[in-house]
């Protein structure tokens, strides 16, 4: 060991220079603020009762929202030695978001009392009241129980006023849509947040030609976030030449007794499989949270095996996303639609067209998670499709995507800055195709042969992420979050 600290490309050990040794865990839940704010002014004018519903209100408001987060609540504030009490409690809590509920109209100033010491907090004001509709008895003591909306839209202008931003949902106390929707911003905000710590590495290179693909790395992190970290093949090689047989010959009976085999040999599945422990040790090392790789021609050529089947298993592992082909846009959206999701992601091209069934045939790279075969009597383990250096038939997973719902997305440097394609669709359940690779047959929403006219009018990148489940609202969101145009199809 050096008794100097080395960077990552120069280091024998795993402590490095340039590379955090300790990476903090994403955690397991959103942590909120709740600011529920009053008039002190109010309980003098009123019953006794008065002040018992507005307070029993924000309880209320508390309470739910500490079903779907963790919740720092100080408690009713009505003066402003209360908010500037609350405010410090917020600023020494790590909040992820701040929620604005106004109890009874409430002048700015107590509210921005608190509100200021957390500036870089995101704000979502919750314009509430304690009913859904108004009735004919409803007196005006009953009026400022519900003049919520006076203070958020006085709230709201200060604000517009200042430059700063903020979110704003509305409904009843026991209405679930806006409670729904705070959760939805909080996932979108925590996302970006989560893009901003991203560690990506990158073997290799775009391939060549495929220049919607090409990104500045710096233009990445300031736009999109991810810090990406260029890596020698080298490095890989250093770890492919380490691997156990014995560790490699497990691997590839597991797969082998898990999938059918179509063409390879076991000196095909057994060099597949030493490339794909090597990947994933590479990535453990270097403490990254996703690899992107360029095959052809580069890892294929050297290791006379395609890297399919390591990234395919990191997938389905789900602790790491991996992409191909140099496509750093495409596995940073990767990222999200994940989160969003809940599932795993697959990297795609625009294939053909089917007019029948009004659906886009989608080509993968085989590398996506089994996982969404829908099952592992689904998947052929067959010969790779394409030739690029490599010994024998290669391996790769030949499968189609299970039926369901789907989004897909992409994002595109474009002349006029960032853009982000959103579109929605159905897996359909068709027959598996013999073409030695993954795929999926997905019936979009407008004609099909339209459809394909727009987004190209658009300038879309060649390759797209498909994920099951609909996370379109989210991804637009997390457009406007990052400040980058988007264009739903």
Same mark, same amino acid.
């Given at each position: 060991m050096s008794e100097f600290t080395l960077s990552f490309e120069a280091a024998e050990d795993d402590v490095f220079g340039d590379l955090l040794s300790e990476r903090p865990a994403p955690r397991e839940r959103v942590t909120i603020g709740l600011l529920g704010v009053a008039y002190f002014e109010y309980w003098r004018m009123f019953s006794p009762q008065f002040k018992n519903d507005v307070v029993a209100d924000l309880q209320t408001v508390a309470d739910r929202l500490a079903r779907d987060f963790e919740l720092v609540f100080p408690g009713v504030v009505d003066t402003l030695d209360a908010a500037e009490k609350a405010g410090r409690i917020f600023a020494a809590s790590s909040l992820d978001l701040l929620i604005v509920v106004e109890g009874t109209y409430t002048p700015d100033y107590i509210s921005m009392q608190a509100i200021d010491h957390v500036p870089h907090v995101p704000v979502v004001m919750f314009t509430t009241q304690a009913a859904e509709d108004i009735t004919p008895q409803d007196d005006y003591e009953t009026i400022m129980r519900n003049s919520a909306l006076i203070g958020t839209a006085q709230l709201s202008g200060t604000f517009v006023k200042m430059g700063r931003k903020f979110d704003i949902v509305a409904g009843s106390i026991g209405d679930?849509?806006?409670?729904?929707?705070?959760?939805?911003?909080?996932?979108?905000?925590? %996302?970006?947040?989560? +893009?901003?710590? #991203?560690? @990506?590495?990158?073997?290799?290179?775009? &391939?060549? =030609?495929?220049?919607? !693909?090409?990104?500045?790395?710096?233009?990445?992190?300031?736009?999109?976030?991810?810090?990406?970290?260029?890596?020698?093949?080298?490095?890989?090689?250093?770890?492919?030449?380490?691997?156990?047989?014995?560790?490699?010959?497990?691997?590839?009976?597991?797969?082998?007794?898990?999938?059918?085999?179509?063409?390879?040999?076991?000196?095909?599945?057994?060099?597949?499989?030493?490339?794909?422990?090597?990947?994933?040790?590479?990535?453990?090392?270097?403490?990254?949270?996703?690899?992107?790789?360029?095959?052809?021609?580069?890892?294929?050529?050297?290791?006379?095996?395609?890297?399919?089947?390591?990234?395919?298993?990191?997938?389905?592992?789900?602790?790491?996303?991996?992409? %191909?082909?140099?496509? +750093?846009?495409? #596995?940073? @959206?990767?990222?999200?639609?994940?989160? &969003?999701? =809940?599932?795993?992601? !697959?990297?795609?091209?625009?294939?053909?067209?089917?007019?029948?069934?009004?659906?886009?045939?989608?080509?993968?790279?085989?590398?996506?998670?089994?996982?969404?075969?829908?099952?592992?009597?689904?998947?052929?383990?067959?010969?790779?499709?394409?030739?690029?250096?490599?010994?024998?038939?290669?391996?790769?997973?030949?499968?189609i995507l299970k039926p369901g719902r789907v989004t897909m997305g992409h994002l595109l440097d474009a002349a006029g800055g960032w853009q982000m394609l959103i579109s929605g669709g159905e897996c359909l359940d068709y027959p598996c195709l013999p073409c030695a690779e993954i795929h999926a047959l997905v019936q979009v929403d407008r004609p099909v042969k339209d459809y394909v006219v727009h987004i190209q009018r658009q300038g879309v990148s060649h390759h797209a992420i498909i994920v099951h489940g609909d996370v379109r609202t989210e991804l637009e969101m997390l457009a406007a979050e990052l400040g980058i145009r988007s264009f739903t199809v």
């Amino acid at each position: 060991m050096s008794e100097f600290t080395l960077s990552f490309e120069a280091a024998e050990d795993d402590v490095f220079g340039d590379l955090l040794s300790e990476r903090p865990a994403p955690r397991e839940r959103v942590t909120i603020g709740l600011l529920g704010v009053a008039y002190f002014e109010y309980w003098r004018m009123f019953s006794p009762q008065f002040k018992n519903d507005v307070v029993a209100d924000l309880q209320t408001v508390a309470d739910r929202l500490a079903r779907d987060f963790e919740l720092v609540f100080p408690g009713v504030v009505d003066t402003l030695d209360a908010a500037e009490k609350a405010g410090r409690i917020f600023a020494a809590s790590s909040l992820d978001l701040l929620i604005v509920v106004e109890g009874t109209y409430t002048p700015d100033y107590i509210s921005m009392q608190a509100i200021d010491h957390v500036p870089h907090v995101p704000v979502v004001m919750f314009t509430t009241q304690a009913a859904e509709d108004i009735t004919p008895q409803d007196d005006y003591e009953t009026i400022m129980r519900n003049s919520a909306l006076i203070g958020t839209a006085q709230l709201s202008g200060t604000f517009v006023k200042m430059g700063r931003k903020f979110d704003i949902v509305a409904g009843s106390i026991g209405d679930e849509r806006p409670y729904r929707e705070i959760r939805r911003l909080a996932d979108v905000k925590r %996302s970006a947040a989560r +893009l901003r710590q #991203l560690n @990506i590495g990158v073997i290799g290179h775009v &391939f060549r =030609g495929m220049y919607d !693909l090409e990104n500045d790395k710096t233009k990445i992190r300031g736009a999109l976030g991810p810090n990406v970290i260029y890596i020698e093949l080298s490095h890989l090689l250093k770890l492919w030449d380490a691997v156990a047989d014995e560790d490699t010959k497990a691997l590839a009976a597991c797969l082998a007794a898990r999938f059918r085999l179509l063409g390879p040999r076991e000196e095909d599945l057994y060099r597949s499989c030493r490339v794909a422990i090597a990947m994933e040790r590479l990535v453990d090392r270097l403490r990254l949270d996703a690899l992107c790789f360029l095959g052809q021609h580069y890892i294929e050529k050297h290791t006379g095996a395609p890297a399919r089947i390591g990234g395919s298993l990191m997938l389905e592992k789900g602790r790491h996303l991996v992409a %191909s082909e140099g496509d +750093l846009a495409g #596995l940073v @959206i990767m990222h999200a639609m994940s989160w &969003f999701s =809940g599932n795993s992601p !697959l990297q795609a091209e625009w294939g053909q067209y089917d007019a029948t069934h009004n659906a886009l045939l989608m080509v993968g790279h085989g590398v996506a998670s089994p996982a969404l075969a829908g099952g592992d009597d689904r998947v052929t383990l067959t010969g790779a499709p394409e030739e690029w250096g490599f010994q024998g038939s290669g391996v790769n997973m030949q499968f189609i995507l299970k039926p369901g719902r789907v989004t897909m997305g992409h994002l595109l440097d474009a002349a006029g800055g960032w853009q982000m394609l959103i579109s929605g669709g159905e897996c359909l359940d068709y027959p598996c195709l013999p073409c030695a690779e993954i795929h999926a047959l997905v019936q979009v929403d407008r004609p099909v042969k339209d459809y394909v006219v727009h987004i190209q009018r658009q300038g879309v990148s060649h390759h797209a992420i498909i994920v099951h489940g609909d996370v379109r609202t989210e991804l637009e969101m997390l457009a406007a979050e990052l400040g980058i145009r988007s264009f739903t199809v």
